[in-house]
């Protein structure tokens, strides 16, 4: 059976680009984490017929305007950021052949847990923060995306809230906020 074809908001050449990656990272190692980011982190944000019709016209070679912009100048960025809180916890380790083993690159120190922990959320701060200016986006120019407030049934509809820390609201409406307990546990 082939696998499904996966359409990406970003790739290798763009996570690279725009983030402290280093160029010898291996593309089919970024997969995963960008699957991850897209489905579960701006997915809920864009709402499933957005989200969809983004990679409808990607995959079309069709986007253009106001999808152009908002994929561009919103989308990427968020999607990229949130890639990388996914990717970090799997940079010192591979799986090989049904184990688990650490990375061995000449001429550098491996961080701690506890740096690379620190790396994440960084990159999770920066993140919200890349997902509040997309929320705010689509909230001033509902008009422009006849797909963002048109969900029913099993479809996910939009969160207008970027997340909260300790069960407090920092951002966004008064509507549901699956990110309620992001920072926080019971």
Known sequence: MALPQQI????????????HLDGSIDAKDLLPSVIQAQDSQIQPILGTKLFKALKTKISDGTISGNYETLLQDYVMMATLKWTLVNYYPYLQGKILS???????????????????????????????????????????NTSLFT???SNSGAEMTPDSQTYAEGGLTISGSNRRNRLANWNCCK
Do not use: P
């Not at 740096?115 to 997902?131: G, K, L, P």
């Open 8 to 19: 990406l908001y970003i790739d290798a050449e763009y996570i690279k680009a725009y983030s």
């Open 147 to 149: 797909e963002y407030n």
């Open 98 to 140: 049904g184990t688990i083993g650490s990375r061995n690159v000449d001429n550098i120190t491996a961080l701690s847990q506890d740096e690379v922990m620190r790396m994440v959320d960084i990159e999770r701060s920066n993140a919200q923060f890349y997902t509040e200016r997309l929320i705010d986006y689509l909230q001033n």
